[in-house]
């Protein structure tokens, strides 16, 4: 079959082509401005006091991982692929759930426990923990409610502080306020450092929006509101110069790695804090972002593998140093296959 060639003259003769440097693998491979490895991954875990793991309906993958054997196999696992990196989200009994979440800084809570254990198996292991109340209050909130229904701040504070110093004293690497309170990450770096833990690293949930995309985590953890909604704490979708206010008072007060929350949906705000801030950035691909990216893939409208690792570099292209993903051991045993 013979093709037709049209050579079509040019009025103005171009220099520029830029698909030049993309006709080969080895040259895409060479310009590509952006990467993504295994070490810019952390892996947020879910554990409860149970033996077994149990399936987590919502987020197809995702298991309550008993804290004993399950998460230690889990940790085992990532690490095999390079992720030494996890943050832990403890299911609390309801028993143990109050008003005031004194749970939270039980040194002998699941948290605790789980901490110590891992450190013991995987000294080198970088161990990121949540502070905040929603897991062990009584009323689905980050915060101490109120009477009348309003959450509050400095009590909130005081309880959030405490909770930080426990963690730290387990091994803790990382603190994580997700609360949302004003003022938390300076008065948990003076408690800390009040308690000698100068080393323990805090990286503040910065923006955190009040999302609709948190539904399958809140499903996990079993801590949705009892009454109400987050949003007089946590931020309007709608807003992104606030995101500034948030970002100079967690620097000043302390902050070593700022985060924002949700990821895909903020690319606009990690980059406004990226372009704002000399300190590490974080993201959170939240569970709603992979629920929608499995539930996609199940349903064969989209390539799963392939729209995980685009999403991912996505988050670093905008900014993102670290990325909190539920896709951490897929993406980086994906990762490795790539390298071999």
Not at 11 to 22: A, K, V
Not at 245 to 271: F, H, M
């Amino acid at each position: 079959m013979k093709y037709l060639i049209l050579e079509l003259p040019l009025r103005n003769p171009l220099s520029r082509r830029p698909r030049r440097n993309r006709r080969s693998p080895a040259l895409r491979s060479a310009f590509q401005e952006t990467t993504l490895s295994p070490a810019n991954l952390v892996y947020p875990l879910f554990i409860h006091e149970g033996e077994e793991d149990t399936p987590i309906g919502a987020m197809p993958g995702c298991y309550r991982l008993g804290w004993r054997h399950g998460l230690v196999e889990e940790v085992s696992k990532a690490r095999g692929v390079g992720v030494n990196s996890i943050v832990l989200f403890p299911k609390v009994p309801d028993a143990l759930k109050t008003p005031t979440g004194v749970e939270a800084y039980n040194e002998n809570g699941l948290v605790p426990r789980t901490i110590r254990l891992l450190k013991d198996k995987f000294p080198d292991l970088i161990i990121y923990t949540d502070v905040a109340l929603d897991p062990y209050s009584s009323d689905g909130h980050d915060g101490i409610v109120r009477e009348d229904g309003v959450i509050m701040n400095d009590e909130t504070v005081h309880q959030l502080c405490k909770q930080a110093v426990a963690q730290a004293k387990a091994g803790a690497d990382v603190v994580s306020p997700s609360d949302m309170m004003d003022g938390r990450v300076g008065a948990i770096r003076a408690a800390l450092d009040a308690e000698g833990f100068h080393h323990v690293s805090i990286m503040s949930y910065t923006a955190k929006y009040a999302s609709s995309f948190y539904g399958p985590f809140r499903e996990a953890l079993d801590s949705n509101p009892r009454f109400g909604d987050k949003k007089t704490y946590q931020m309007n979708p709608a807003n992104y110069r606030e995101a500034l206010i948030e970002t100079r008072e967690d620097e000043s007060e302390g902050a070593d790695i700022l985060l924002v929350k949700p990821g895909l949906p903020y690319l606009d705000i990690i980059r406004l804090l990226r372009d704002n801030s000399p300190l590490p950035i974080a993201a959170y691909q939240v569970s709603g972002e992979y629920s929608m990216i499995k539930a996609g893939g199940v349903l064969k409208m989209i390539d799963e593998e392939k729209v995980m690792m685009e999403s991912l570099i996505c988050l670093r292209r905008a900014g993102a140093d670290i990325i909190l993903t539920y896709f951490a051991l897929q993406a980086a045993t994906s990762l490795c296959g790539e390298k071999r």
